[in-house]
């Protein structure tokens, strides 16, 4: 390692990753940072701009990343200069474990969107050439994007369009579940019915549903404005939250819609969330994303693909039922997965990984557990093979994770586990 002439400090250079909100950068460009970061000696290999999440100038200020490199001695400095001339400044040293949330107000910042199924931008989807359609949903994702943790949940006045094809997703769907679904799936469902308003006329508002998962299971949940990054959508899961667009799929394709919406939302995820033990699994799914590698959630977004939108298991009667939401919120495909026509495969997130999952098309092959508990058996051996430079703790009282990077902080945590369980030995 070389060291420099003067200060003596590391020649050493540093791969960062920096995020920073410039006002009027969509006039300015990258002007007032660019002569900060040439002083820096930084040299840029990749640059993405997208509009400010909060911004003062909706049509100006601009949200930058740049991927760069910088001598190590200077990231410190470098970091607190751009400060200076920019607004909400991170800066994230590659090769260490990427930023994650620590609290659930920290899910504020997990709003990154997967624009591959827009329909500003993709012909294919159902209302690219609906420019009301396009009008409407862009009006209910700036809902998502304007919520902040602690704001009442948006509510949405949907149109008799909408209510209508909401009903004969409803109506199609419903009259499949007590055949196709799996118990923990109609139980819940029937209660939803019976308690949160849900029937084929109206179309649930996320208070009145997030009230009732709060309740059952400690689930609530946050508006989204679209189809999340992998990393973001499960890191929800690790504070028992679920995030949930609220727009419908256009009227013209009621059976399939390309991204998520509320049908699939609602109909799909929701029930098996009011379930303890999926809740629990589903946290679990979430806690092993946080600090993982992009690689790892690479990876874990495909055995998650496979387990909470594709699962499902065999009962005692020898019969397939459902429970993963992409095949309840699915028409078609919940008929096509349990007909005996696609091939069926035993419950192996080793294989899980490398099997790839159809975005437009039904599964050519779908895993089977032989039960609910062998899935989750499973997934709790594959997430211990997840490397990270520290474990992890949920502290479900306060809703924060704690990094447990300190042999005091695992001494603390390990004495308390072992004063609940001797308070449980004394009822026994």
Known sequence: MELSGKGGGSRERAALGLTFVLRHGRRTGLASAARLLQLFDVKIHHIETRPARMPQNPAEDLEFFVKCEVLDCKVSSLISSLKKVAEDVEGNREGKAPWFPTKIRDLD???????????????EHPGYTDPEYRKRRAFIADLAFNFRHGDPLPRVEYTPQEIATW??????????YPTHACKQYLDAFHELE???GYQADSIPQLHEVSAF??????FTLRPAAGLLSARDFLAGFAFRVF???QYIRHSSSPMHSPEPDCCHELLGHVPMLADKEFALFSQDIGLA???ASDLDIEKLSAVSMHLILLGRYRTNERT?????????SSYGELMYALSNKPEYKPFDPDVMVIQPYQDQNFQQIYFVAEHFEEAKSQFQKYAMKIKKPFPLHYDPFTCTVEVLDSPQKIKKITSHVKEELKSFEKLS
């Open 167 to 176: 009903r004969e997703v409803y109506e199609k769907l419903s009259s499949l």
């Open 194 to 196: 019976k308690y949160c």
């Open 109 to 123: 910042r997990c709003h990154h969107l997967v624009t591959k199924y827009n329909p500003d931008l993709d012909c």
């Open 243 to 245: 995030q949930s667009t």
């Open 320 to 328: 397939n039922k459902a429970y993963g939401a992409g095949l309840l």
């Open 213 to 218: 998962l709060s309740e059952r299971t400690g």
């Open 289 to 291: 994303s946080l600090g």
